[in-house]
Every structure is written in C-alpha cells, then in structure tokens.
T-cell receptor
Framework: DGGITQSPKYLFRKEGQNVTLSCEQNLNHDAMYWYRQDPGQGLRLIYY???????QKGDIAEGYSVSREKKESFPLTVTSAQKNPTAFYLC?????????????FGPGTRLTVL | AQKVTQAQTEISVVEKEDVTLDCVYE???????LFWYKQPPSGELVFLIRRNSFDEQNEISGRYSWNFQKSTSSFNFTITASQVVDSAVYFCALSFSGAGSYQLTFGKGTKLSVIP
C-alpha cells in the first residue's frame, strides 16, 4: 500500500523536552513538507525539503528542526525553544517540487504539552 | 502576496440539502493552481480537486461540483444532496512559486456539519 505514515498518532511532552515526530512515505516522492494546524486555523508551513540532505524553512520554523537523510523519511523535532508546541502536525509529500503536482497528506500527529 | 479567504467558518445543513462553500483568493501570479481538501474528524487531509488558472470550466464529480471564476477570484465548492459523511472541515488552497519551489497557502477552512 502506497502512502504516508506518521507516528505516533498522539504524543505528550513535558515542558523543556525535545520530541521527534516521524514521517515516512513510500510514494517515491521527492518533496516533503511539515505543517502545523491550530484549532480554527489553516495549515502553516514549518519546513520543506526538495531533495535528500536539503531543506528550507517555512513560515514558522522557529523552535523546530528537521533532517532529510533518506528520500522516504522527513522527521520533525519540536525543541524546547518552541514556546507553544501543542498543535496538530501534518506531513505531506509531492512528486516534484518544481511542479504544481498535488501534495498528499499523512494522518497527522497530535502533540500536547503537559 | 498570496491569500486565500474562506469567509464561512461553520455551516450546518440538514441532510439532502445542497451547500456551497466559498473560496476567494488573491495572487499576482498569472499561472497558479487551486485546490480543495477535505479533513474528516480523523484528521487526515484528503485531496479533492486541483484546477489550473487557465481552465475555467466547471467540474462535476458525483455530488461534488466546483465553480472557478477568475473575474471574481473565486473557486467555490458545492455539495449536492449532502450526506452525514460529508461532515468535515474543507480547505481551499492556492499554489504559488516561492524560492524555486511550489508551495501551498491555505484558507482557514469551513467546518461543515450535516445533520441527519
């Protein structure tokens, strides 16, 4: 089955801790994205990656970090520097960044800071 | 600047009623794409449609139809004979070229509740 998987589905973090959200895709897509969604809000771009070992900041990158060591994987770390990390995080992928091909989304991870 | 406005925050309809979700966009690009996504309670965004700026033909897919009008910068979405399974948040999005990459800017979404 081709698709995008995110884990865990729910994540709880204590203040001051870093946590890493997993995103894996087996669609052979080049580009991958991380978005944050807050209640009643649209999606805001955190980071994106066009190719392996390259990534760019989105609109709200502060307090987050990413890596892209493999084409199929794009993990997101929410650091202690992120002041308000409680949100729903969505990962997406697309076949080629330079085109307007459709972004497809994973099921999301809901992060709650205790 | 790119902007997508979904003025309807929440809509409630009774099952079998028709409902239209509005989307107005702003862009300086002459070539752009518009999208609609559905987010059911499970959270995953489901792709519904993509339309490019040169194709103003309306599109119909089953009970779903889309009306794209460049003159009013609108890309509205109509569900005919709504069903309870249509209850979800619907997002309109606009693609634009930035830093050599095509990105999406999303509206804030319209929450549709279909009451049995």
């Amino acid at each position: 089955d081709g698709g995008i998987t995110q884990s865990p589905k729910y994540l709880f973090r204590k203040e001051g801790q870093n946590v890493t959200l997993s995103c894996e895709q087996n669609l052979n897509h080049d580009a991958m994205y991380w978005y944050r969604q807050d209640p009643g809000q649209g999606l805001r771009l955190i980071y994106y990656s066009q190719i392996v070992n390259d990534f760019q900041k989105g609109d709200i990158a502060e307090g987050y970090s990413v890596s892209r060591e493999k084409k199929e994987s794009f993990p997101l770390t929410v650091t202690s520097a992120q002041k308000n990390p409680t949100a729903f995080y969505l990962c997406a992928s697309k076949e080629w960044t330079g085109s307007t091909d459709t972004q497809y989304f994973g099921p999301g991870t809901r992060l709650t800071v205790l | 600047a790119q902007k997508v406005t979904q003025a309807q925050t929440e809509i409630s309809v009774v099952e079998k009623e028709d409902v239209t979700l509005d989307c107005v966009y702003e862009t300086r690009d002459t070539t752009y794409y518009l999208f609609w996504y559905k987010q059911p309670p499970s959270g995953e965004l489901v792709f519904l449609i993509r339309r490019n700026s040169f194709d103003e033909q309306n599109e119909i897919s089953g009970r779903y139809s889309w009306n794209f009008q460049k003159s009013t910068s609108s890309f509205n979405f109509t569900i005919t004979a709504s069903q309870v399974v249509d209850s979800a948040v619907y997002f309109c999005a606009l693609s634009f070229s930035g830093a050599g990459s095509y990105q999406l800017t999303f509206g804030k979404g319209t929450k549709l509740s279909v009451i049995p």
